[in-house]
Every structure is written in C-alpha cells, then in structure tokens.
C-alpha cells in the first residue's frame, strides 16, 4: 500500500503553485478566520483551479463552524472534501454532498474512539491533542499509540517532518500523511526545499 500526502494550511498562491508541482495527493487549506494560516477566498478559488488541474484533491479545514457557513464558502470555493477539525457530530454536514475528512484528537480512549468509526463512508484523520481545537499543535504524538488500531484506514498528522517521516513509515503503513508546520519556514509561509524533501522521502521509501 503506498501511503497518500496530504501538505496543509496553504495561504500563499505561490506556495499552492509549488506543490501542485510535487507528487502529492491532497492540498489543505484553511476557512477559520483570524487564524494565522487562514486563506483568502479568493486565492482558494484559484487553487481550486491549479488542484483540478493536477488531479490533486482540494480540502477545506474548518473548525466548528455551522454547515450553513460551511455551505456559503462551498458556493465561492468548490472544494473537494471538507475537513471538520473540532467536536462537530458528522451528521449535520452530510447534506453538502462533500466527501469529509473527521480529525480525532489523539488521547488515552483512542483505542475505543476508532472501534466506533464509519470507515466506509468517512475519512478519519489522527492529531495531536489541542485543548483549544485551533488547529494542530505541530507536536507528535506517542506512536505507540497506533500499534492496536487500523493505521492504514487513517490519515495521521501531528508534528511530522521529512526529519521523522520515515521513523514513521518504518513502524506503521497510514492510509495518508499530513503536515503544515512541518513544511513552513515561518507561520504560513511553505519552504520549498522541506516540501521537497518531505515528499521524495515518502515517496523513495522502500
């Protein structure tokens, strides 16, 4: 199974430009305001544009927001799946017809939390915990954590890098990788080299 690349929390067009360049599979970004990272919409609807042009899914990252402001940024920005990063109950958002990525805030009851999961309909993303729900915490979480749940169902986020990306992938098989901060030369702002080399490692690995 090849693990799938999600690189997140774009705000600058040529930044989106760069890593539509690269082999990834997903291109986050985020609908929060006055978030450090989040992205005007105007510069979404043009990475609508460059994602569809190289067949690389959109995702939109929002944190308990209403369906109804979900759907009005959905009317301007037409992306591709929706991720609900805070304590939203997932039925109040099937109606937007939108393939939807749930983060679970990693903690000791994980274990319980993913029996109870809808692999067939939802993708699960696993991150670091945040009290707050702002967002991730750019910190790991203990991968150990992992050894007695259905990795290769799941996204995992959380503090990666290209310096530990492969620490992982020698452990555990994801169905998908994420990273933001991983991948930043300052808030918001993406180093081209680290994309680079956080996808060649995934990619080359063996």
């Given at each position: 199974m090849n693990t799938s690349i999600k690189l997140c929390g774009f705000k600058h067009l040529d930044d989106i430009i760069f890593a539509s360049s690269l082999n990834i599979n997903y291109l986050g970004m985020i609908f929060?305001?006055?978030?450090?990272?989040?992205?005007?919409?105007?510069?979404a609807m043009e990475a609508i544009k460059i994602c569809r042009n190289?067949?690389?899914?959109?995702?939109?990252?929002?944190?308990?927001?209403?369906?109804?402001?979900?759907?009005?940024?959905?009317?301007?920005?037409?992306?591709?799946i929706i991720q609900l990063h805070g304590r939203e109950?997932?039925?109040?958002?099937?109606?937007?017809?939108k393939d939807i990525i749930k983060t679970i805030h990693v903690s000791e009851d994980l274990l319980n939390q993913v029996s109870k999961l809808d692999f067939?309909?939802?993708?699960?993303?696993?991150?670091?915990?945040?009290?707050d729900c702002k967002g991730g915490t750019g910190n790991t979480f203990d991968w150990k954590i992992l050894k007695d749940i259905p990795v290769e169902k799941l996204f995992i986020a959380g503090g990666l890098k290209p310096d530990n990306i492969r620490d992982l992938l020698d452990k555990y098989t994801?169905?998908?990788?994420?990273?933001?901060s991983g991948i930043e030369k300052k808030i918001s702002f993406k180093d081209h080299k680290l994309m680079i080399d956080f996808v060649d490692r995934i990619r080359k690995y063996k």
């Open positions: 929060v305001q006055n978030l450090p990272r989040t992205i005007e919409l105007q510069t190289n067949d690389i899914k959109s995702v939109g990252v929002f944190i308990d927001q209403d369906a109804s402001e979900i759907e009005k940024t959905l009317e301007k920005v037409d992306l591709d109950n997932i039925e109040e958002y099937t109606y937007l017809n067939d309909n939802i993708n699960y993303l696993l991150d670091a915990t945040d009290i994801p169905k998908c990788v994420d990273v933001s």
